[in-house]
Nanobody
C-alpha cells in the first residue's frame, strides 16, 4: 500500500509562492506516476499536474502552466509542486496522488494524500 503525506501549504498573498512536497512510502512507490489535484470550496476535485515515473514528462492544465512546476526526486520518493505567481483562484486543498498506470491518463489514481490547504489572499 502506497502512502502519501503532503506538506507545505499555507497562507500567501497573491503573487507570492509556495512549495508543496509529497513524501511517498510503501512497496514500489518510486514506480508510480504522480500528480497533484486540488479542490476549492464548493467545487469538485480537479487534476492540476502530473509527472511520469522518470520525471521526464509532465502534464499541466492551462490554468497553471507557466506558474506551477512539478518535479520528483525518486531517491527520496518525493514529489514537489513549486507554485509561483499565485492567484486567489488557486485557493484550494491540494492533494497528492499516485497510480501504477501511465501519466498519459489523468484518471485512475489509486493512492491519495490527506491534503494540504493553500490559501491565496488579495
Amino acid at each position: 500500500q502506497v502512502q502519501l503525506v503532503e506538506a507545505g501549504g499555507g497562507l500567501v498573498q497573491a503573487g507570492g509562492s509556495l512549495r508543496l512536497s509529497c513524501a511517498a512510502s510503501g512497496p514500489s512507490s518510486s514506480s508510480t506516476s504522480m500528480a497533484w489535484f486540488r479542490q476549492a470550496p464548493g467545487k469538485e476535485r480537479e487534476f492540476v499536474v502530473g509527472i511520469s515515473r522518470s520525471g521526464t514528462n509532465t502534464d499541466y492544465i492551462d490554468a497553471v502552466r507557466g506558474r506551477f512546476t512539478i518535479s520528483r526526486d525518486n531517491a527520496k520518493n518525493t514529489v514537489y509542486l513549486q507554485m509561483n505567481s499565485l492567484k486567489t483562484e488557486d485557493t484550494a486543498v491540494y492533494y497528492c496522488a499516485a497510480k501504477w498506470g501511465s501519466l498519459y491518463s489523468r484518471g485512475q489514481y489509486e493512492y491519495w494524500g490527506q491534503g494540504t490547504q493553500v490559501t491565496v489572499s488579495s
